[in-house]
């Protein structure tokens, strides 16, 4: 019975793991248009500071165009400082109403870096998912060791928790290659 709680919590974990790599990938630039870019910026309103997408709608038109149409007319300026100090490479362009953002072409040498920097991405969520395989395993050894489970049990749940690291370790490896894949295309 604790080897199936054990075996459900590596799970839960692990997905965590593979959930949060996807989300640092949706956060790298791949010269296509994508509203994820900004969700790292944001603008101070009314003493706050809050995300972009809660004082404006954003939107993508056109695959080289993320469009930000602010809800208050006066927040203009500080949705272009704040896009400006994200430091994402993108310079806003204003039309008194709509903000545009031109997604430039990245350079080859970009690219590359990119690529390089999503493989490390992707090796830190390996490290995360082989990390808790060694908890569980830990915790099934202990309560071995206090003879709770058999010997074989033990082999059995870890035999378990190997095969589902590497089916979470397989899903990494399969959002590294689409998003290296992203990332290349020109």
């Given at each position: 019975?604790?080897?199936?709680?054990?075996?459900?919590?590596?799970?839960?974990?692990?997905?965590?793991?593979?959930?949060?790599?996807?989300?640092?990938?949706?956060?790298?630039?791949?010269?296509?248009?994508?509203?994820?870019?900004?969700?790292?910026?944001?603008?101070?309103?009314?003493?706050?500071?809050?995300?972009?997408?809660?004082?404006?709608?954003?939107?993508?038109?056109?695959?080289?165009?993320?469009?930000?149409?602010?809800?208050?007319?006066?927040?203009?300026?500080?949705?272009?400082?704040?896009?400006?100090?994200?430091?994402?490479?993108?310079n806003p362009v204003n039309d008194g109403t709509i903000i545009r953002l031109p997604i430039p072409q990245l350079t080859e040498e970009r690219r590359k870096d990119f690529a390089r920097l999503c493989h490390k991405l992707a090796e830190e969520g390996r490290i995360a998912i082989r990390n808790v395989?060694?908890?569980?395993?830990?915790?099934?050894?202990?309560?071995?060791?206090?003879?709770?489970?058999?010997?074989?049990?033990?082999?059995?749940?870890?035999?378990?928790?190997?095969?589902?690291?590497?089916?979470?370790?397989?899903?990494?490896?399969?959002?590294?290659?689409?998003?290296?894949?992203?990332?290349?295309?020109?």
């Amino acid at each position: 019975m604790e080897t199936k709680a054990i075996v459900n919590d590596l799970d839960s974990r692990m997905q965590k793991a593979v959930e949060n790599t996807r989300v640092e990938f949706t956060r790298i630039r791949t010269g296509k248009a994508s509203p994820a870019l900004l969700d790292t910026v944001r603008v101070e309103y009314y003493g706050n500071t809050v995300p972009l997408n809660q004082v404006g709608t954003i939107n993508t038109p056109e695959p080289r165009l993320i469009t930000v149409q602010p809800w208050e007319k006066q927040l203009i300026p500080e949705i272009e400082q704040a896009i400006l100090k994200a430091d994402l490479g993108l310079n806003p362009v204003n039309d008194g109403t709509i903000i545009r953002l031109p997604i430039p072409q990245l350079t080859e040498e970009r690219r590359k870096d990119f690529a390089r920097l999503c493989h490390k991405l992707a090796e830190e969520g390996r490290i995360a998912i082989r990390n808790v395989r060694r908890d569980a395993n830990d915790k099934l050894k202990k309560i071995e060791k206090e003879h709770d489970i058999s010997e074989d049990q033990l082999h059995t749940a870890m035999d378990d928790i190997q095969k589902t690291t590497d089916t979470y370790i397989k899903n990494i490896d399969e959002l590294l290659k689409h998003k290296e894949s992203e990332i290349m295309e020109v």
